[in-house]
């Protein structure tokens, strides 16, 4: 199979997230190839975002902090049949996104063979700082269209957990109906195939 996908004319100008000149997007076989190939490693600071090989921002003190508080949160309280990954794939149909941190479904063996889809994961989370407006934009509506249920930003420049739920899945505009946001004295609710099983602070995320 070639590494060279489909030809993408150039954006509009009023578009910035596409590049203006003619480029290929990757399926997430061909991303794979690169992968076995060792063309991609784990060096390379990238991940497959809507068949766009997108950099993944450098990460500052504070959002390592939250990420593992994130993490060492959840790992307390979910209950049996999940468990917590941080910086892991998630593999889609045109995408394979890391987020910070997600609640999967099931055994770590499990996916010896595979990453998780859609499907496995209960919650995805990004911690957000210099990645605000991709956690919020591109982020956001490929885990809407691929219906991953729960879906928060810990936004450490204002302070904030913000909780999206309800995805559209595929639409021509993917989103989520609902959001809410939770501040630092605040309470915020863990909810897994729509039952509540914990409440803990904001705080406890944050750096």
Do not use: C
Not at 48 to 73: E, I
Not at 80 to 93: L, S
Not at 155 to 163: F, G, K, T
């Amino acid at each position: 199979m070639s590494i060279v996908s489909s030809l993408v004319s150039p954006a509009p100008p009023t578009d910035p997230s596409v590049p203006t000149e003619p480029i290929f997007r990757l399926s997430v076989a061909q991303y794979h190839q690169m992968i076995d190939a060792g063309i991609l490693t784990d060096d390379d600071p990238v991940e497959l975002l809507d068949g766009w090989l997108v950099q993944k921002m450098s990460k500052k003190p504070p959002h390592s902090v939250s990420t593992l508080k994130t993490r060492n949160t959840l790992a307390r309280v979910l209950p049996p049949g999940w468990f917590v990954n941080t910086q892991e794939p998630v593999t889609t149909d045109t995408s394979e996104p890391e987020p910070d941190v997600i609640a999967v479904r099931g055994e770590v063996e499990q996916y010896a063979e595979r990453h998780p889809g859609p499907q496995d994961v209960g919650l995805a989370v990004e911690v957000s700082d210099s990645t605000l407006a991709r956690d919020r934009g591109l982020k956001k509506r490929l885990y809407a269209q691929n219906r991953i249920a729960i879906y928060w930003i810990v936004n450490l420049i204002d302070n904030q957990v913000e909780v999206y739920t309800d995805p559209t899945g595929p639409a021509e505009t993917p989103d989520y109906r609902q959001r809410r946001d939770y501040g630092v004295l605040d309470e915020i609710p863990l909810v897994i195939d729509g039952n509540e099983i914990a409440r803990f602070p904001v705080r406890d995320l944050l750096p």
